[in-house]
T-cell receptor, first 111, second 117 residues
Framework: TQLLEQSPQFLSIQEGENLTVYCNSSSVFSSLQWYRQEPGEGPVLLVTVVTGGEVKKLKRLTFQFGDARKDSSLHITAAQPGDTGLYLCAGVRIGTYKYIFGTGTRLKVLA | NAGVMQNPRHLVRRRGQEARLRCSPMKGHSHVYWYRQLPEEGLKFMVYLQKENIIDESGMPKERFSAEFPKEGPSILRIQQVVRGDSAAYFC???????????????FGPGTRLTVL
């Protein structure tokens, strides 16, 4: 059973387009993180969200945590080829101490 | 992921040999996690360790796999009698405390890519 489902799994878009990646679960999380991973490297932490409804911005990236803390979204504005990579969400369920990773969204931005 | 060191970065083993993967956490971090990643997939939790203690090994196969995090030195993930299905990227992450929220995030190393011939 996959506790964190990400969609879409694959996304190929043109430079300058906008996109949204979703991370959904039926479980409640005390915190949720977004990572980006490039080929041959480890995941790099982009953001942590902890409060239901919280919105965080990182340049052209906007992250939102659902009101019920069961889901999150990542929106990229005016995507660039440098945004290409595997985007992973990871959450810590309430009362636990370990991360659960989502299935991943593989983004390719074409110049 | 600056600070978490893993070595070797690439490891090639023949079936039946042993693989030893090392992870040195960030300075000041006493919690280490190991994950496995197959091509085109996400990360699968294997084991969570604190210094000298295994906290949770529920994601680790019961046979052939073991992990340790001694008082001194790096954390070691050991795979005995490797099989082709063990080929994967193995990532280590460290955190300063129990993972409960901001400030306790995990930081990942660059990974060890194991290839079993």
């Amino acid at each position: 059973t996959q506790l964190l489902e990400q969609s879409p799994q694959f996304l190929s878009i043109q430079e300058g387009e906008n996109l949204t990646v979703y991370c959904n679960s039926s479980s409640v999380f005390s915190s949720l993180q977004w990572y980006r991973q490039e080929p041959g490297e480890g995941p790099v932490l982009l953001v942590t969200v902890v409060t239901g409804g919280e919105v965080k911005k990182l340049k052209r990236l906007t992250f939102q945590f659902g009101d019920a803390r069961k889901d999150s979204s990542l929106h990229i504005t005016a995507a660039q080829p440098g945004d290409t990579g595997l985007y992973l969400c990871a959450g810590v369920r309430i009362g636990t101490y370990k991360y659960i990773f989502g299935t991943g969204t593989r983004l390719k931005v074409l110049a | 992921n600056a600070g978490v060191m893993q070595n070797p970065r690439h490891l090639v083993r023949r079936r039946g040999q042993e693989a030893r993967l090392r992870c040195s956490p960030m300075k000041g971090h006493s919690h280490v996690y190991w994950y496995r990643q197959l091509p085109e997939e996400g990360l699968k939790f294997m084991v969570y360790l604190q210094k000298e203690n295994i906290i949770d090994e529920s994601g680790m196969p019961k046979e052939r796999f073991s992990a340790e995090f001694p008082k001194e030195g790096p954390s070691i993930l050991r795979i005995q009698q490797v099989v082709r299905g063990d080929s994967a990227a193995y990532f280590c992450a460290s955190s300063p405390n129990w993972v409960t929220g901001p400030g306790d995030e995990q930081f990942f190393g660059p990974g060890t890519r194991l290839t079993v011939l």
